[in-house]
Each structure stands twice: as structure tokens, then as C-alpha cells.
């Protein structure tokens, strides 16, 4: 079945930065996107971004712009996420999530990693 | 500040009907961007409700269905069970902000 499977939780310094990676399975990688969504503690789903696999297009969400990298690995089907310089504030579950084109819905999800970070 | 506007919280009694609105601008739901809808049970990753002018997932009961009108669009769920006591998001794409946004939640309350 279509699936994402996303590495585990990691518990970072401020000023570090956090790499998420999310593996597909189950459908051919290359014909949608991933997206990224984080969701603080008790709070709503912000978007991230959206990375094509089929030609690394990227959008980004205006406030990350400058410390958040999208990547796509095609030969293992994975998309990654690098946040850089974070800070409290970056303390969240990060989901990826199919998407089909940017504006697109998502429609697979996968499980979340939490990210603390703390000092 | 959502760029795309729900009511915090909703309530109702089983079997009864419930709506959920997000409201938006002429850059996302206004300029013609599909609303699509999703379910969060607590602790759970979100799950696709609708998506599109109101199409629903394989599995997704058609007691849940989607309606849009200019700037605002509307979620509602008839037949209300105890399991759909969950949060609940819309999504759009914004044009101004070349990007997704989603609206800020709505906890349903099943009474």
C-alpha cells in the first residue's frame, strides 16, 4: 500500500540543525511531491513546502525561506527536510505528506517525527 | 493569524448536523484554489476528508461533504457520531504567498 515512512524523533540544541527524511513506498515516487507540515505543541498545521520528485521544483513557505533545504533522493524514493539555526520555537511533529502538485491536496501521510529543541 | 479563517471549536448531539466554515480572500479560495479538508483525531497525523470541489477518499463516509461559495468555503457533517470528535483543517493555495496555507482548526465537540 502507499505509504511514508519518516525517521525518528530527535531532540536538538538551539542553533543546530535537524534533518527529517520521509521514505515512499507503494506508488512510483517520481509522478507527485512531497509536502511539509509541522504543527507546534497544541497548535495548528503550518505548510512548510512542497518539492517536486519529478524535477526538484520547490516552493517554500515565506518565513522559512533562508533556513529550510527540500531534497529528493529518487533512487531510494525519499524526500528529506533540513531546518537550520533553530530555535524553541522550531519544536514541533514535522509531517510529510503526498501532494500531487503544489496545490494540490495531500493525501498520504506519514506518521510525523517530533523534533525538540532544547537547550 | 490563519490566512484562511475557522471557528475555534464546534459542538453538536449525535445524529445531528454540524457546519464548519473557512474563510478566505481573492488570493486563495476567492481565486478559484480548491478547498480540501482534513480530520485529526488526537495524536494522529491529519487525514484527508475531501478534497477538490467535494470529493471524498476511498473510505471517507458521505455523511462528510464539501461546499464552496466565493471567498468562504464549508465542511459539513451530517449524522454526527461520537468518532468524528476530532480537529478539523481546510486547506487552500494562496497565490500572493505561492504556497499552501491552511486554516486554523476547528475542534468538533460531540456532545
Known amino acids: 500500500q502507499v505509504q511514508l515512512v519518516q525517521s525518528g524523533a530527535e531532540v536538538k540544541k538551539p542553533g543546530a540543525s535537524l534533518k527529517v527524511s520521509c521514505k515512499a513506498s507503494?506508488?512510483?515516487?517520481?509522478?507527485?511531491?512531497i509536502n511539509w507540515v509541522r504543527q507546534a505543541p497544541g497548535q495548528g498545521l503550518e505548510w512548510m513546502g512542497w518539492?517536486?520528485?519529478?524535477?526538484?521544483?520547490?516552493n517554500f513557505a515565506q518565513k522559512l525561506q533562508g533556513r529550510v533545504t527540500l531534497t529528493t533522493d529518487t533512487s531510494t524514493s525519499t524526500a528529506y527536510m533540513e531546518l537550520r539555526n533553530v530555535t524553541s520555537d522550531d519544536t514541533a511533529v514535522y509531517y510529510c505528506?503526498?501532494?500531487?502538485?503544489?496545490?494540490?491536496?495531500?493525501?498520504?501521510w506519514g506518521k510525523g517525527t517530533t523534533v525538540t529543541v532544547s537547550s | 493569524q490563519s490566512i484562511l479563517t475557522q471557528p475555534p471549536s464546534v459542538s453538536g448531539a449525535p445524529g445531528q448536523r454540524v457546519t464548519i466554515s473557512c474563510t478566505g480572500s481573492s488570493s486563495n479560495i476567492g481565486a478559484s484554489y480548491d478547498v480540501h479538508w482534513y480530520q485529526q483525531l488526537p495524536g494522529t497525523a491529519p487525514k484527508l476528508l475531501i478534497f477538490g470541489y467535494n470529493y471524498r477518499p476511498s473510505g471517507v463516509p458521505d455523511r462528510f461533504s464539501g461546499s464552496k461559495s466565493g471567498t468562504s468555503a464549508s465542511l459539513a457533517i451530517s449524522g454526527l457520531q461520537a468518532e468524528d470528535e476530532a480537529d478539523y483543517y481546510c486547506q487552500s493555495y494562496d497565490s500572493s504567498l505561492s504556497g499552501s496555507v491552511f486554516g486554523g482548526g476547528t475542534k468538533l465537540t460531540v456532545l
Open positions: 507503494g506508488y512510483t515516487f517520481t509522478t507527485y511531491g
Open positions: 518539492i517536486s520528485a519529478y524535477n526538484g521544483n520547490i
Open positions: 505528506a503526498r501532494g500531487y502538485k503544489k496545490y494540490y491536496h495531500m493525501d498520504v
